[in-house]
């Protein structure tokens, strides 16, 4: 049954395909207004956005090198709304 592995290829490409999608409707609406290095400011820029009452998302982008150092150096991408980014400042 040669035609087995092609049916499960693109099963496959095409649950990667419909992800992306839905991935990128859902996001639309969010624009990243900030990349945040290290937990100090990050939560300076969090904080901030909770104080002036702005709804944010953060990710995390898969990051390999997950040893600790002295240095944290995680890197943070801050998203607002599109509507509330005139709001937003860094202070």
Not at 20 to 37: D, E, G, H, P, V
């Amino acid at each position: 049954m040669p035609g087995i592995g092609w049916a499960y290829l693109i099963i496959v490409l095409g649950g990667i395909i419909i992800g992306s999608f839905i991935k990128m409707y859902l996001n639309r609406n969010w624009k990243l207004y900030y990349t945040a290095f290290g937990q100090e400011n990050y939560f300076k820029v969090v904080s901030q956005l909770q104080s002036d009452g702005i709804k944010y998302k953060v990710k995390v982008p898969l990051q390999f090198d997950r040893e600790r150092s002295f240095n944290d150096n995680t890197q943070y991408d801050i998203y607002v709304k599109k509507d509330e980014v005139h709001r937003a400042s860094i202070k």
